[in-house]
Structure formats: C-alpha cells, structure tokens
T-cell receptor
Framework: GAVVSQHPSWVICKSGTSVKIECRSL??????MFWYRQFPKQSLMLMAT?????????EQGVEKDKFLINHASLTLSTLTVTSAHPEDSSFYIC?????????????FGSGTRLTVV | GENVEQHPSTLSVQEGDSAVIKCTYS??????FPWYKQELGKRPQLIID?????GEKKDQRIAVTLNKTAKHFSLHITETQPEDSAVYFC???????????FGKGTRLSVIA
C-alpha cells in the first residue's frame, strides 16, 4: 500500500526553463503531499506541503513563485521549478502524509534528479 | 519546530563489527522515529522505526533504542556486512499530518 509514482526520475534542462515533477498516488488518496529537496551529500529538507484543493505551505527560504505546487486531485501533486538555475540542481522527492501515513507509514516517491545547465 | 541532530557524520567499521549511530531530538511531542538507509541516487528505504510507547525494537541484525526522557534514539547494526555500506538517516515526526524532520545523515563504510 501507499505506492507513489514519481516522474521523471531524472531531467536535464537549460537555465531559464521550467521543469514539472509529478507524484501520483497509485493505491490510495493523498490529501497531503510533502515535498523534500536533497542537495548532494546533504540531508532531506522539507520544501513545502501541498494540500488537495488549497494552497501549499512553503518552508522559510523557499520561494513560492519559483517552486509552484499544484495538488488538484487526491491522486496527483506536482512541483514545477520555474526559471530554473544551476543552484536548483538537486534531488527532489515527494512523500504523502495524513491517511497514507496512518495506514502504511511514510513512503517516498522514487525521486527526481534535476540538473540545470 | 523540531530539530534532529545525528552523530557521527561518518563511520567506518570492520566487517563483522557493530555500528552505532545516535540521534537527539528537541520536540518532546515527537512520537515516531524511523531510520532510513539511502543508497546513491535512490529514495530512502525504511529499515526500522520505533514509536514513543516502546523503548526498544529489534529486527534481525538491526535494533533501535529510544530514551524519551533524554530525547535520544540510536540505531544498532550488529555483524555488519559490506552491503550495509550506505548513508543512514534518522528522523522524527509528531503525526502523519506533519512531515519528517531528518538528521544530517551518517555515511557508514563497512570494510571487508
């Protein structure tokens, strides 16, 4: 249970372009999705929390206009990195919250390795 | 908010020896403490977890202990094998509606 499909697994993009990352819950409904970022040789840091049907909440220091989060349905949450720059290169990973955690424990998508050149 | 400290940052052990990684947390309301193993480029994999109503949990070569009073928890790996080499993260949370807060990680190297 609580399988999360995350795509793409890796992407290379040019500076200034936008990249969309999708996390889809396959066997459960996710009203909450946590989005983490992991820089090389560092830990996972929470970027934002998306909530189905409402605005996402962002952690301090994370630009909400740069990292657009959409959680329009109970099975899909997306993170769009707009006007990407090399410093945005990182490993992005999603993790569902609330009922998924209560039933199955915290799980993670497979992650997206973003490289901005 | 919660803050999780993890030590050591790197750990090298001989194959067959034990490895111990320690974490402390700041928020006494936290009640769930998982440990993850992460290999390069992969998602974290849960290896063991413990809830605040339990002091110790064991799964074969892996054990976790929790001291709520001191607000620290530890991962113990016995009879280490080369395939145990990876980065290990501890984490803490209060409930499923709150995200995990991770420690900075420990790079474990098991030398054959």
């Amino acid at each position: 249970g609580a399988v999360v499909s995350q795509h793409p697994s890796w992407v290379i993009c040019k500076s200034g372009t936008s990249v969309k990352i999708e996390c889809r819950s396959l066997d459960f409904q996710a009203t909450t999705m946590f989005w983490y970022r992991q820089f090389p040789k560092q830990s996972l840091m929470l970027m934002a929390t998306s909530n189905e049907g409402s605005k996402a909440t962002y952690e301090q220091g994370v630009e909400k206009d740069k990292f657009l989060i959409n959680h329009a349905s109970l099975t899909l949450s997306t993170l769009t990195v707009t006007s990407a720059h090399p410093e945005d290169s990182s490993f992005y990973i999603c993790s569902p919250g609330d009922r998924a955690v209560a039933n199955y424990g915290y799980t993670f998508g497979s992650g997206t390795r973003l490289t901005v050149v | 908010g919660e803050n999780v400290e993890q030590h050591p940052s790197t750990l090298s052990v001989q194959e067959g020896d034990s490895a111990v990684i320690k974490c402390t947390y700041s928020d006494s309301a936290s009640n769930y403490f998982p440990w993850y193993k992460q290999e390069l480029g992969k998602r974290p994999q849960l290896i063991i977890d413990i809830r605040s109503n339990v002091g110790e949990k064991k799964d074969q070569r892996i054990a976790v202990t929790l001291n709520k009073t001191a607000k620290h928890f530890s991962l113990h790996i016995t009879e280490t094998q080369p395939e145990d080499s990876a980065v290990y993260f501890c984490a803490a949370s209060f409930s499923g509606n709150t995200p995990l807060v991770f420690g900075k990680g420990t790079r474990l190297s098991v030398i054959a």
